[in-house]
Structure formats: structure tokens, C-alpha cells
């Protein structure tokens, strides 16, 4: 029988900073590209495993401290002085027995919301580079 786990405790680290606190969702969609091998004569398309991917989509509640560290790793990115920044994510929290994926990634986008009726909001758009660990495949 399967075991379900509620969302509300994932937890999301990016450069060692823990942006769980302010965080509403996450989301790491992971693809494998596919080659086309099909030849003539045949009546159904094959293809053959390429390269995998993966990227990662943070949204939340705006907060100075946060802010401040994205910063940081966006100008330590730009400046060259890291190569990219070290993310772990457990969907499922921080427990030992709990799936964890970490890996590398670039800041491809960071957006600050400031609606009228609202609280303040941000997004943060993440571009995994390499293998990320903790994976299916």
C-alpha cells in the first residue's frame, strides 16, 4: 500500500540558505530527451534515450533576509566567483528516511510581485546543470 506525504513540510536549501520559511511551492520538472530513429519502411516512429534535465520553480512570501541571499548567489553567478549554486530539496521535509534531491543550478529568473490587496511576493526560476542526484533516472 502506498504511503502519501503532506506538502507542508518541504524543505528547499539554495547556497546553504534555508528558503522553506517563505516558501508556498515548489516544483522540479525532470524530462529525457528523445532521439527519432525511425528509418523507411516502417510503419511506427522509434527513438533512443538522449539527455536528461531538469529545472526548478520557487514561489513564496517576499522577506529582506531571503532577498538578500538570492542576491548574493544572482551577482556571485554573474560575477563568476561560483560556477553555479548547490540546492537540495526533500518534498517531503528533512527527515533521513525522506527522498532528497540535490544538485546545481543557475538563476535563469528572479521576480518580485508587489499586488495591491496582497502580501509581496517572489519567484524564482532555476536551471539545474549536471546530474541531480537523488533521481529516478
Known sequence: MPT?????????????TNLSNTLN?????????????????TQDKTYIVGLSDATVSLSGMFDAT????????????K????????????PAGSVASSPKFTGE??????????PVG???TYSLELQ???AVSGTTY
Open 105 to 114: 543550478a543557475l538563476v535563469t529568473s528572479y521576480e518580485i510581485s508587489s
Open 128 to 130: 539545474c546543470s549536471g
Open 66 to 77: 531571503v532577498d538578500s541571499a538570492i542576491s548574493t548567489i544572482i551577482n556571485n553567478l
Open 4 to 16: 502519501f506525504k503532506h506538502g507542508k513540510n518541504a524543505q528547499f536549501e539554495l547556497e546553504g
Open 118 to 120: 496582497d502580501v509581496i
Open 25 to 41: 511551492e515548489i516544483s522540479m520538472p525532470r524530462e529525457i530527451e528523445t532521439a527519432e530513429t525511425t528509418a523507411f519502411g
Open 79 to 90: 560575477s563568476g566567483s561560483i560556477a553555479s549554486a548547490s540546492f537540495a530539496y526533500g
